[in-house]
């Protein structure tokens, strides 16, 4: 596994909508490995390939907070969002020292694939909620300046 360099403050390149996955193969195992080694480097909760300058439809997501169950997301789709829109700060990897104020519903169900390439649904709510819908939408080229309003201390 290898550290990948994450994409800062390059709103053009981070716009740009991710491909599905066709095949589950090596290259996107080593990826999915090289993106959980650099997530915990950063110390951060969630990473996108395109954030690592690769455009596919993959994200991973620290859902217990301890970096020990960092799990995968392969062509994730949200099937569906409820409860209140709460706002919240967020912050990306890809905008070090930037916060946005963020407006969320606070559960999300989400179906993806495995790196085994098995569908799975999970469901999530208020914080990791959050962060599912945060790199989903880096996906498809959305990221918080975008939809947020920045917010300085
Ligand atoms: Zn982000």
Not at 81 to 88: A, I, P, V
Not at 120 to 144: C, K, P, Q, S, W
Request: hydrophobic content about 40%; aromatic content about 8%; proline content about 4%.
């Amino acid at each position: 596994m290898a550290l990948r360099e994450i994409v800062k403050e390059n709103m053009e390149f981070l716009s740009k909508k991710s491909r599905p996955v066709e095949k589950i193969d090596d290259r996107i195992i080593e990826l999915v490995g090289d993106m959980k080694e650099t997530l915990i480097k950063a110390d951060g909760v969630g990473l996108a390939a395109p954030q690592v300058g690769i455009l596919k439809r993959i994200f991973i997501v620290d859902v217990d907070l301890d970096k020990k169950n960092i799990m995968e997301f392969i062509n994730p789709e949200i099937i569906k969002k409820k409860g209140k829109n709460d706002k919240y700060l967020e912050g990306c990897l890809s905008f070090p020292g930037r916060s946005f104020q963020i407006i969320r519903p606070d559960k999300v169900v989400i179906k993806a694939q495995n790196l085994s390439g098995e569908w799975f649904v999970y469901e999530a709510e208020d914080f990791i909620a959050r962060a599912l819908m945060h790199e989903n939408d880096h996906l498809d080229g959305i990221t918080i300046p975008k939809i947020g309003k920045e917010v300085f201390d």
